[in-house]
């Protein structure tokens, strides 16, 4: 007998696979690809053409198979380590798999310019593999684009819905060439933004950049954090790219205190795996990290139940 997966107010998958038990998520990301190439490359003071993919697909099954056992869900792509996490059951049965289905536009050595949805991925096979969820990347900025973008989140969120997939939509917001030129970029201003265009659209969990780059003392961070959790209706998260590792737990308190659900990074846990006895640094260093982290979601993290009913979003079997 199959069973049906919780769904919310509006059709949209419950993240509950993705959850720990308190209803909060403490997610592990290794879907980087090419930004994980340079950042192997500036270790090793190589070119990015000298790493390898083995090594990439090497790196991140490590990850899933030490931190794997302290997360809720790990996310992972196609490209290097999917495949092989699926066939040789890397993961414990109490983290979920991801799937990044997001078509990166990026330039080696530079950022993520543009992303697609990846639609020739078969979701009645990625169900079939365990897999919980999809990821789709979303960059957002203030241009001509929006409604694009728009379209865009809302095919993927459908693609979830129609699949019984969780759905965890990441918009990054960044400037557009006006913005930088001028100066007048502000990130907070347009993380709130991107929220209230995106999150209405209803993906089971919206994930999001912390504000000010996770400085400043947890107060302030968690007022500016309480703007997001104002525009967004569904449970949401923080990603840690461009948050050091030391300011990423304060970051991550001062978003649950304002109405966050937990968390899904990868850098502020791993990178510095990436110099030395890799293995090693992965069981100590950063399982310490992430064990951490949990308790901080779990004392201050909102249960996904909760957010949801707080935006009238009931579940139903």
Known sequence: MTTRPAVLTGGSIAPSALARPSGTFAMVAADQRDSLRTMMAQHDRLPGSAVPDARLTAFKLAVARELGPYASALLIDRDYGYRQLVDEQVLPGGCAPI??????????????EDTALDESVDTAAVVADGTRGL????????????DRRIALADRFIGMCRAAGLASVLEPVARPTTEEEAAGTFRLNDSIVDAARELAPLGPSLYKCQVPDGGAGPVAGLARQAERIDAVVDVPWVVLSQGVGAADFPRAVEAACRAGASGFLAGRALWTDALAGDRDSTLRGVSADRLRFLGEVVDRYGRPWWDAAAAAGGRVTA
């Open 99 to 112: 799937l990044a289905v997001d078509v990166l536009d990026q330039r080696p050595g530079g950022p993520v």
């Open 135 to 146: 990821k789709l990347l979303v960059i957002w900025r203030r241009d001509g684009h929006r």
